[in-house]
């Protein structure tokens, strides 16, 4: 979308901005450490950090943590951020350096077996029961969540950034400091190990 001289990024179909883009008026109030401001900031996008941090944590306490430390770290670098560019990026860059930072290792993600057989896009094999039927399984989520602690850090932040938080693979890219092809080969063999690790999962009973 071009408005004048300036082209303004959209991101859907129909040529809306992005609703994540911060303002010059209130990037200037957060920098100025406008409590109002900052509130509304928090509020806007505490959830979507949670829920990003909690995917990559697996545990409720742990996510609250990061999310706090999230938004500690970026009323503390808020002024490198570009007013007029888009928050959500920067924001899931942040809560990644956090993440990896925190030195916890010991996730215990959900994910169930529908969605990584749809998103994903690997397909289960089996005679027996449906992947549905299996995702309802407790013993089947458990090999899910199990399948997913084996896959490489970058391989499973890439899966979640791209199916779980719907970003392009531009913007993994960015997130995670690599070029967009490094990012698309890591969701595609994201996607091979799992349909290995999961390629009998419909068996478990």
């Given at each position: 979308m071009v408005k004048g001289n300036v082209e303004i990024p959209t991101d859907n179909a129909s040529g809306a901005p992005p609703t994540d883009l911060l303002t010059r008026e209130r990037h200037a109030r957060l920098l100025a450490g406008d409590e109002a401001a900052w509130h509304a900031f928090v509020t806007?996008?505490?959830q979507r950090m949670y829920g990003y941090l909690y995917r990559l944590e697996g545990n409720s306490e742990d996510a609250l943590d990061l999310t706090q430390e999230v938004f500690y770290r970026a009323w503390r670098s808020m002024n490198?951020?570009?007013a007029g560019e888009r928050v959500l990026p920067w924001l899931y860059q942040v809560a990644r350096n956090t993440q990896i930072?925190?030195?916890r290792r010991k996730q215990h993600q959900r994910f169930s077996l529908e969605e990584a057989r749809e998103e994903i896009g690997f397909e289960v094999t089996s005679s027996g029961r449906s992947p549905v039927q299996a995702a309802e399984s407790e013993q089947a989520q458990d090999r899910v969540q199990r399948a997913l602690m084996k896959l490489p850090q970058e391989y499973r932040e890439a899966?979640?950034?791209r199916f779980v938080e719907d970003l392009p693979y531009d913007e993994i890219a960015r997130i995670q400091g690599v070029a967009p092809g490094t990012a698309k080969s890591r969701v595609f063999r994201a996607k091979e190990q799992l349909a290995e690790l999961l390629a009998?999962?419909?068996?478990?009973?």
């Open positions: 806007e996008y505490e490198t951020f570009r930072e925190s030195h899966v979640v950034l009998d999962v419909a068996d478990v009973h």
